[in-house]
């Protein structure tokens, strides 16, 4: 397996509709926002699942139905389920969703799974990945966390083999802005540390569009979506998640990155 080219990440842990009417929370908008995404030329989906009353879960048994769904209405779609504690879920739980719902592909914070100090558990946990063919990518906020990375690979913890990391270009503040210049930086520290993953990058704001380009340019992909940003380049309020996706396509084909 390898990262799809485009992932879009339409909710997150932390909007609702309150933040944009269009922003899906229940499975049955999800599945709906992955058709238009997919069919806008979105090869991924980066997937939270919300309770009854819109919050954030870490639940195997709603990821499980949305993954069925998914798999009916997306053929073909890759799709990635998340462990994202957003200050709720401890990294005994964030390890206990993969190893219940052995999901195809997860994404996991370095920063967040390592927050126990517990190397046994994580040896074991991205063991079982490894072992099950469960596709981790580790999202990395920073220096700090692609430095832990490169000791848990040097320590035999996470695997060299297919690696996989998203970097986070900002962090999740109000007004976050990103944008291009802060790429290089990013891909220093990877280097430096003597990783040579299969990388995205994801960012906030308004540049995310030139952001996410530069990232391609570079040899990596890209996750775009309202979890990090609903404004298109020219500043105004994308009318759905599939917008962005088109936005970004369409660059990405104006530049000779994309066919």
Known sequence: MSLPRVMVAPNGARLGPDDHPALPVTVEQIVRTARACQAAGADGLHAHVRDTKGQHVLD????????AELNVACPGLYVQVTTESVGRYSPAEQRALVETLRPPAVS??????????????????????????????HILYGPQDIARLALM???????????CVLHVLGRYVPG????????LPVLEAQNSAGLAPDW?????GPHETECLVAAVASGGKARIGFEN??????????????ERVAELIAELRAAGLHR
């Open 60 to 67: 195997a048994g709603l990821y499980a139905e949305l993954l």
């Open 108 to 137: 996991i914070a370095v920063a967040e799974i390592t927050a126990d100090d517990d190397d046994a558990a994580n040896a074991r946990l991205f063991g079982l990945c490894h072992e099950a063919g469960i596709e981790v990518q």
């Open 153 to 163: 690979v040097g320590a035999g913890i996470v695997s060299a083999e297919g690696l």
């Open 176 to 183: 976050q802005v990103s944008t291009p210049d802060q790429l």
């Open 200 to 204: 995205a990058l994801c960012a906030f």
């Open 229 to 242: 940003n609903r404004l298109m380049r020219d500043g105004r309020v994308a009318r759905d998640n599939a």
